[in-house]
């Protein structure tokens, strides 16, 4: 899933003409001409294989479309409101994004957090109490699906708690044991179903030895998919510009590591390096670094969660 403008529909088109999965509305300046041309409806790969189009509209300080419907609360605020309202208000919110082609939305944030509104997830987690957590990110996943958008839940397994800013640096979460008390919580309601997880750039003690969760088999295929049982699609968060992954590898690298762990959607902002990743992900194969059968493996999921048969 590759980033594109919100100001140039052509990179959207020429996105899909390269075969992509997916691509993510990237906010450029205060434009949504991407919104409102029309491009985004029905995009397809020249295999006729529907795109996954994603935003990232969670509310107040993240929101993608509130120049277009208005401006959508922040988690926390939205909190303070009942379960029915908040399952409204994201029905709402996601006919909206459904109808201008938006398939995906990375929302509801489902980190447990006490931080500060205006630090780096603050005000973007509904609650520093887990129930609440799972009750109101329930609510606002419910009402995105009922409108036909696919919700994301993030960032696990909890950045709300985690010393560190994933966009600036290591971000590094309580220990493992401390995460399964409060902050899996969530995920162990809300999975399944056609929701997607994000896994997000956190160290976690006593499990990732000091890699990020995103590039850390022990993270993805032993704590998610193994331990909590989840078999959905399992999307990274950016791979090319956020420092925690950035400092340590190049976008292909990174690329391949968070699919040999165990992900399925490979999330990068800027679209321009498609064909060095390509590339460098081909070369894996060959050489048994990353899996043949890993790869079908993510494919398979992903067409499936696309409702797209290859052999219909």
Same mark, same amino acid.
């Given at each position: 899933?590759?980033? +594109?403008?919100?100001?140039?529909?052509?990179?959207?088109?020429?996105?899909? !003409?390269?075969?992509?999965?997916?691509? &993510?509305?990237? /906010? *450029?300046?205060?434009? *949504?001409?991407?919104?409102?041309? $029309?491009? =985004?409806?029905?995009?397809?790969?020249?295999?006729?294989?529907?795109?996954?189009?994603?935003?990232?509209?969670?509310?107040?300080?993240?929101?993608?479309?509130?120049?277009?419907?208005?401006? =959508?609360?922040?988690?926390?605020?939205?909190?303070?409101?009942?379960?029915?309202? +908040?399952?409204?208000?994201?029905?709402?919110?996601?006919?909206? #994004?459904?109808?201008?082609?938006? *398939?995906?939305?990375?929302?509801?944030?489902?980190?447990?957090?006490?931080?500060?509104?205006?630090?780096?997830?603050?005000?973007?987690?509904?609650?520093?109490?887990?129930? @609440? +957590?799972?009750? &109101?990110?329930?609510?606002?996943?419910?009402?995105?699906? %009922?409108?036909?958008?696919?919700?994301?839940?993030?960032?696990?397994?909890?950045?709300?708690?985690?010393?560190?800013?994933?966009? /600036?640096?290591?971000?590094?979460?309580?220990? =493992?044991?401390?995460?399964?008390?409060?902050?899996?919580?969530? &995920?162990?309601?809300?999975?399944?179903?056609? /929701?997607?997880?994000?896994? $997000?750039?956190?160290?976690?003690?006593?499990?990732?030895?000091?890699?990020?969760? *995103?590039?850390?088999?022990?993270?993805?295929?032993?704590?998610?998919?193994? !331990? #909590? $049982?989840?078999?959905?699609?399992?999307? %990274?968060?950016?791979?090319?510009?956020? /420092?925690?992954?950035?400092?340590? &590898?190049?976008?292909?690298?990174?690329?391949?590591?968070? #699919?040999?762990?165990?992900?399925? @959607?490979?999330?990068?902002?800027?679209?321009?390096?498609?064909?060095? @990743?390509?590339?460098? #992900?081909?070369?894996? @194969?060959?050489?048994? %670094?990353?899996?043949?059968?890993?790869?079908?493996?993510?494919?398979?999921?992903?067409?499936?969660?696309?409702?797209?048969?290859?052999?219909?």
């Amino acid at each position: 899933m590759v980033g +594109v403008s919100s100001a140039d529909p052509s990179e959207a088109r020429i996105a899909a !003409d390269a075969g992509v999965g997916g691509i &993510y509305l990237r /906010r *450029t300046g205060g434009s *949504t001409t991407v919104y409102t041309s $029309g491009t =985004l409806k029905d995009l397809r790969t020249p295999q006729g294989v529907p795109l996954a189009v994603a935003v990232d509209d969670e509310g107040g300080r993240v929101q993608s479309i509130d120049d277009l419907v208005g401006d =959508l609360p922040s988690a926390r605020e939205q909190a303070a409101w009942s379960v029915d309202e +908040v399952r409204r208000l994201a029905a709402d919110r996601g006919a909206a #994004l459904r109808s201008y082609g938006v *398939t995906v939305d990375f929302a509801p944030v489902t980190d447990v957090s006490a931080q500060g509104d205006e630090e780096v997830i603050g005000d973007r987690s509904y609650s520093a109490d887990p129930d @609440v +957590v799972t009750e &109101y990110a329930q609510a606002f996943s419910a009402g995105l699906e %009922s409108a036909g958008i696919t919700p994301v839940l993030k960032h696990f397994p909890g950045h709300g708690r985690a010393v560190g800013d994933s966009h /600036r640096g290591p971000a590094r979460t309580p220990k =493992l044991d401390d995460l399964r008390a409060e902050d899996l919580r969530p &995920y162990e309601v809300l999975m399944g179903d056609g /929701r997607w997880v994000m896994v $997000g750039h956190l160290d976690v003690p006593g499990l990732t030895d000091g890699e990020p969760a *995103t590039l850390s088999p022990a993270a993805i295929d032993g704590l998610l998919r193994r !331990d #909590l $049982g989840f078999d959905g699609v399992v999307v %990274s968060d950016e791979l090319g510009g956020m /420092r925690a992954v950035a400092a340590q &590898y190049d976008l292909p690298e990174a690329t391949r590591r968070f #699919l040999a762990a165990g992900g399925d @959607v490979a999330l990068w902002a800027e679209g321009g390096h498609l064909a060095r @990743v390509l590339d460098h #992900l081909e070369g894996a @194969v060959a050489d048994g %670094s990353l899996s043949e059968a890993r790869v079908n493996q993510s494919a398979a999921r992903v067409l499936a969660a696309k409702g797209y048969d290859p052999c219909r």
